[in-house]
């Protein structure tokens, strides 16, 4: 078997972290855009990792195999490939 047979046929999900899901067991500060609302291309959400962790059953459930994530450092955009440093 080859390195990156691993792949082939696998599901792939992507990941834009600000809007998938917001732990509550995390602290954060912002203003951030209502969950429920249309999403805009400046504003914010405050999705973070530990809300992605807490749906890794829900994205088993659905046959996922490889989660790929926007980026996640700082930015001034949502996407998150807007660096700020």
């Known amino acids: 078997m080859n390195n990156i047979d691993w792949i082939k046929g696998a599901v792939i999900y992507q990941v834009f972290p600000d809007s998938f899901a ?18 805009t291309p400046c504003g914010f959400r405050g999705g973070n990792l530990k809300g992605a962790e ?24 949502n996407h998150r490939y807007h660096t700020c440093d």
């Open 22 to 39: 917001r732990s509550a067991a995390v602290r954060t500060g912002g203003i951030y855009e209502k969950w429920e609302a249309p999403e």
């Open 54 to 77: 807490e749906k890794l059953d829900h994205l088993c459930a659905l046959g996922v195999d490889v989660i790929y994530f926007n980026p996640i450092f700082s930015s001034a955009a």
